[in-house]
């Protein structure tokens, strides 16, 4: 928890969503606990990013309900996302950074003494001033990451954070994702990367066909996955 | 061809011995135009942000209605204006009629629709971008509007300068409202028009040059303070 009450646990009871008639997800029954970084696993189609959207309220939900410890309004403010493609606003890098902390009543001169930190702490130091849309796609995530956590959320999501970065790029986010869960904020990422999930996971949501088919401990998924897909995901193989 | 040349140097002789006359129609000008244009944009841009990030009934309908209000017809509005301000009109104690508040206030019922349709075209496209983000930042809907105006104010510059380019040439409206009054009313656009109808074509062609210039220097004066067209800057 970060300061306050705690929004944690987060409950996801047949929980359905549909799109044009289409069912997408579910019926999902989950609950997220306080402590851990959760990798929610599975092929590209599986459900992962709607999953993702409908915990954290960027998706309606056709049925079911999604209750946080504390009401919605409350719940949101302790909330962070970062997208698979990372949202780059027109603005400086360190205006993007020190944007959530100004919208929600810092003032600027603070906010951005905050954000220079932020910025150094995940290796953005160098481009404080370059126009946010002009740098490269590793410094971009680098900066969704850093505007996800500079208002010290107690849950992060991460939609595939990694994706099409390269191996310095990918270790230098992980190892801020690692500190920030050391600090105490509960992480929930999306990935199709097993490398990542095995060093990161502390447990793992397996989804495939809009559903959940495990939950468990990332040593166990790695070595003894239940279900015939989650076994061939886990050795390579292709699942459809 | 002939009119042209002359007038081109009707023009030059003008600008060159500063004319009073032609400075004070200049000056009139601006200053109707930019300031029909300053309170379009206040009303305009924040409209337009407004369709974009709120969903209600008659949505579609509204936006719709505002597109065709780009076409607004100025006699039509000249003479909506007129009615309104003229003695027997609802507001005909204010005695604003043939004064230039009263073609202000006709350039904004012209302009504004333009600059909340244009803006709301550019800022339906940013939206798409930040709307997650917002969302996800639990943004109000004021703050959602204020970012997206804020961030797009660089392309939101078109839909300025497409109002003030609508509102300098316009001649209709402020003809019926104004009055063409000598010293008083009388701007570029109806000088130009007074003196076709007396058959000074190389006056009014100079007066034209002008004015085709007036407009290109505000734009260009525009573009370089807001610092558009450079690689560095969004």
């Not at chain 1, 579910?26 to 959207?53: C, F, Q, S």
């Not at chain 1, 050391?182 to 793992?204: P, Y």
């Not at chain 2, 839909?159 to 409206?173: D, K, Q, S, T, Y």
Request: glycine content about 10%; some cysteine; charged content about 20%.
């Amino acid at each position: 928890m970060v300061g306050g009450t705690t929004i944690l646990p987060l409950e996801l009871s047949g929980v359905i969503a549909r799109v044009r008639g289409k069912q997408l997800l579910g019926p999902i029954d989950l609950t997220i606990g306080a402590t851990g970084l959760t990798v929610v696993m599975g092929p590209n189609g599986a459900g992962k990013t709607t999953l993702l959207r409908v915990m954290h309220g960027l998706r309606r939900i056709s049925g079911g309900t999604v209750n946080w410890a504390v009401e919605d309004g409350a719940a949101r403010r302790k909330q962070a996302f970062v997208f698979q493609s990372p949202i780059m606003m027109r603005r400086r890098v360190i205006d993007s950074i020190a944007f959530p902390l100004i919208l929600h009543g810092m003032d600027r001169k603070s906010a951005k003494i905050r954000a220079e930190d932020w910025a150094i702490r995940v290796g953005l130091g160098h481009v404080l001033q370059d126009w946010a849309p002009m740098i490269s796609g590793g410094e971009k995530q680098k900066l969704a990451v850093a505007r996800a956590l500079i208002s010290a959320p107690e849950i992060l999501f991460l939609d595939e954070p990694c994706a099409n970065l390269d191996g310095r790029s990918t270790r230098e986010i992980e190892a801020v994702l690692k500190q920030a869960e050391h600090a105490g904020t509960r992480i929930v990422m999306a990935t199709h990367n097993l490398g990542q999930a095995r060093r990161l996971a502390s447990d793992v949501i397996f989804v495939h066909g809009g559903k959940i088919l495990e939950i468990t401990p990332a040593d166990r998924f790695f070595n003894e996955a239940k279900t015939p897909q989650a076994k061939a995901f886990v050795q390579g193989d292709i699942v459809e | 061809m002939d009119s042209i040349s002359t007038g081109l140097m009707e023009a030059f002789r003008l600008i060159l011995t500063l004319d009073s006359d032609l400075v004070e129609i200049v000056l009139l000008s601006l200053q109707v135009t930019v300031t029909a244009v300053a309170i379009a944009s206040l009303i305009g841009l924040p409209l337009g942000a407004w369709l974009v990030v709120n969903r209600f009934r008659f949505r579609r309908l509204t936006i719709s209605v505002l597109n065709a209000l780009m076409g607004l017809p100025p006699v039509v509005v000249g003479l909506f204006v007129y009615l309104m301000l003229s003695r027997s009109g609802p507001f005909g104690v204010l005695g604003l009629l043939f004064t230039p508040t009263a073609m202000i206030i006709a350039q904004v019922i012209i302009v504004m629709p333009l600059i909340a349709s244009i803006s709301h075209q550019t800022i339906r496209d940013l939206w798409a971008e930040y709307h997650d983000l917002l969302i996800s930042l639990n943004a109000s809907h004021a703050q959602r509007i204020k970012v997206l105006l804020w961030d797009g104010r660089r392309a939101l510059i078109t839909a300025v300068l497409a109002g003030f380019g609508r509102a300098i040439g316009e001649v209709g409206a402020i003809m019926i409202v104004g009055g063409n009054i000598d010293h008083a009313t009388r701007v570029l656009t109806t000088s130009i028009a007074l003196e076709t109808s007396k058959g000074n074509f190389a006056f009014a062609m100079g007066l034209g040059i002008i004015l085709i210039t007036v407009a290109i220097a505000v734009n260009l004066a525009i573009h370089t303070i807001s610092k558009t067209e450079r690689a560095s800057t969004w």
